[in-house]
Nanobody, 123 residues
Framework: EVQLVESGGGLVQAGGSLRLSCAAS????????VGWFRQAPGKEREGVSF????????YYSDSVKGRFTISSDSAENTVFLQMNSLKPEDTAVYYC????????????????WGQGTQVTVSS
């Protein structure tokens, strides 16, 4: 059974930084993608960033490019999202997600979801 457990959300002022962590377990095979979606109140869910467990390739949405960095620790099966230069519009519940195919994640067809962690950026 695939499990995704997030940690690291919180409250930060605009311009500040936070790091999210996602401990992933239960995958079969070595090629899958883990990353983050977010959903703000009254807005659609948005795919933020994903990373491949195979070659480490990454994907970022235009809204976070240059500010967020995704990385992974394969030994610990943990994915990190370093969020810098945070803006009030980054306020959302951030969900760790996973799927075997990047195109599924980009299209929003996510196989596995974590429970979510709140990120609040004050102005």
């Amino acid at each position: 059974e695939v499990q995704l457990v997030e940690s690291g959300g919180g409250l930060v002022q605009a311009g500040g930084s936070l790091r999210l962590s996602c401990a992933a377990s239960g995958f079969t095979g070595n090629d899958y993608y883990v990353g983050w979606f977010r959903q703000a109140p009254g807005k659609e869910r948005e795919g933020v960033s994903f990373i491949s467990s195979g070659d480490g390739s990454t994907y970022y949405s235009d809204s976070v490019k240059g500010r967020f960095t995704i990385s992974s620790d394969s030994a610990e099966n943990t994915v990190f999202l370093q969020m810098n230069s945070l803006k009030p519009e980054d306020t959302a519940v951030y969900y760790c997600v996973a799927d075997h195919f990047l195109e599924n994640l980009v299209a929003g067809y996510v196989a596995y979801w974590g429970q979510g962690t709140q990120v609040t950026v004050s102005s």
